[in-house]
T-cell receptor, first 107, second 112 residues
Framework: GIQVEQSPPDLILQEGANSTLRCNFSDSVNNLQWFHQNPWGQLINLFYIPSGTKQNGRLSATTVATERYSLLYISSSQTTDSGVYFCAVEQGDKIIFGKGTRLHILP | ETGVTQSPTHLIKTRGQQVTLRCSSQSGHNTVSWYQQALGQGPQFIFQ???????GRGNFPPRFSGLQFPNYSSELNVNALELDDSALYLC???????????FGPGTRLTVL
């Protein structure tokens, strides 16, 4: 089946820094989403981005479907950005999550 | 617009018992998906329901079953609970027209 790999697995940054999270997938997909899971377990929908580039405030995402990867950019990090970031792809009737990137922003 | 809700929030069961978890989809959404998330792992897709029919299934045994009701709410049933079933169970709803999935807060199940 399709493989979804996220990198880096862990990232520690100082408040105010910028970061890039990557999601690689091994086959063509119908859809791709990025989520932020907060410390209480709630998954927050960040972007629905099967292709192209989108921006929402300090966050932006780019998916290059032909090259099978997506990037999530976080600028001017805040401590509230801490948590785990997941990408999830949809292929046929299945939805597969990566293992996530754990981001810790230091004050 | 009402978001996705799940009940109960927490649940403790013993091995061999059966459990039912409930999910109400976001208004305007007709598809519901269920996921199991073990500690430190990404969510694993269990199955998806659309128009009261199972519309896709991950690698979970038949003792994981579900229902979707005419109002698009859903239930996840797990029979013969095992210790490894201890996890956060997440429900997500979506529209068939796309735009992505929206998750509920989850039910944390502990099997002793």
């Amino acid at each position: 089946g399709i493989q979804v790999e996220q990198s880096p697995p862990d990232l520690i940054l100082q408040e105010g820094a910028n970061s890039t999270l990557r999601c690689n997938f091994s086959d063509s997909v119908n859809n791709l989403q990025w989520f932020h899971q907060n410390p209480w377990g709630q998954l927050i929908n960040l972007f629905y981005i099967p292709s192209g580039t989108k921006q929402n405030g300090r966050l932006s995402a780019t998916t290059v479907a032909t090259e099978r990867y997506s990037l999530l950019y976080i600028s001017s990090s805040q401590t509230t950005d801490s948590g785990v970031y997941f990408c999830a792809v949809e292929q046929g009737d299945k939805i597969i999550f990566g293992k996530g990137t754990r981001l810790h922003i230091l004050p | 617009e009402t978001g996705v809700t799940q009940s109960p929030t927490h649940l403790i069961k013993t091995r061999g018992q059966q459990v039912t978890l409930r999910c109400s989809s976001q208004s305007g959404h007709n598809t519901v998906s269920w996921y199991q998330q073990a500690l430190g792992q990404g969510p694993q897709f269990i199955f998806q329901y659309y128009r009261e029919e199972e519309n896709g299934r991950g690698n979970f045994p038949p003792r994981f079953s579900g229902l979707q009701f005419p109002n698009y709410s859903s239930e996840l049933n797990v029979n013969a609970l095992e210790l490894d079933d201890s996890a956060l169970y997440l429900c997500a709803s979506s529209r068939t027209s796309g735009r992505g999935q929206f998750f509920g807060p989850g039910t944390r199940l502990t099997v002793l």
